[in-house]
């Protein structure tokens, strides 16, 4: 058993304390808890970008993957003032500590925000498609979400087939895609949209997209839930546009056995991995860390992403 250690650090100007930072996290590769810290200090000024007026929805793992996790949107007792939050409207909620009918999600804006939530084990950062303005309050999705979730024995390869579709579709409606592995199964597709929209009409548009590739190519595409229906075919997850739904978020570790990472990559990866099985995989903390070092953030574009 690890003995709890403190270290207590200045981030941001924020005197933070660090706590196990030799618990080992992912067990398969040894990846410890300072590890992890580590990875977030480095990704940061791309991981920040993305986090910026976004409520945070986060998965923990406190005692490393394989044992228990558990979601959590509200911030938690004990979190820092400094720690900007919002309360969102919502149905059914009530706990001790918040109104009925809300949720108080953190907004983590900062490098100190980001190493708080990464201390409390806090390995997978979603977000929602809507930003949150000025004075606190939901000012509507700036971007759409494609989730491109292959069911077996499709997989990769054909995840990257049909994202060269999505991609023709939505520049067909003057939406320029960014393609990001998911750290998972599959890939995300995101555009950023012209003005704000409410979730409501992202999503009408995800969907009318999905249902137009499900129509011209039946044998590779579903837009439909059900999972009987994606055997082979690549799966179009338009619902993620949905005010109450969220997505990791580029950068972002997921909570696998082997450490991933939902990482953006370059159209011609993408190419190339729907022309070859082997040529493209989902990809490590240590390989976005070169790449956001040699290749620059892959996720930032004109269109404002």
Not at 125 to 148: E, F, K
Request: with cysteine; proline share 7%.
């Amino acid at each position: 058993m690890v003995e709890r250690e403190e270290v207590r650090v200045e981030v941001d100007g924020r005197v933070l304390t660090l706590t196990s930072l030799s618990k080992v996290l992912y067990p398969r590769t040894g990846m410890t808890k300072g590890e992890v810290l580590n990875y977030y200090a480095q990704v940061a000024p791309a991981l920040l970008p993305q986090l910026q007026d976004r409520a945070v929805t986060r998965i923990r793992w406190p005692h490393g993957i394989g044992d228990m996790s558990f979601f959590e949107k509200n911030a938690p007792a004990g979190t820092p003032s400094w720690v900007r939050t919002v309360i969102v409207p919502t149905t059914g909620s009530r706990t001790a500590d918040h109104k009925e009918g809300t949720l108080t999600f953190p907004i983590l804006d900062s490098l100190a925000a980001l190493t708080w939530a990464a201390n409390l084990s806090a390995l997978e950062l979603h977000v929602h498609q809507w930003t949150v303005g000025a004075d606190d309050t939901p000012a509507g999705a700036n971007r759409i979400v494609i989730d491109l979730d292959p069911g077996e024995p499709a997989g990769l390869q054909e995840c990257c087939e049909v994202a060269l579709l999505v991609r023709e579709a939505l520049g067909a409606r003057d939406l320029a895609a960014t393609p990001v592995l998911s750290g998972s199964k599959g890939l995300h597709l995101y555009a950023a949209l012209p003005e704000p929209v409410e979730p409501d009409a992202a999503t009408a548009l995800a969907k009318e997209i999905a249902e137009d590739l499900q129509k011209a190519n039946p044998s590779k595409v579903t837009a439909t839930m059900t999972k009987s229906r994606r055997s082979g075919k690549v799966f179009l997850d338009w619902s993620q546009n949905s005010g109450s739904k969220t997505t990791i978020c580029p950068y972002s570790l997921r909570g696998k056995d082997t450490p991933t990472v939902a990482a953006p990559v370059t159209w011609d990866e993408v190419t190339e991995g729907a022309s070859d099985p082997l040529g493209i995989e989902q990809l490590g903390p240590n390989n976005v860390i070169t790449r956001l070092s040699e290749r620059g953030d892959l996720f930032t574009s004109p269109t404002g992403l």
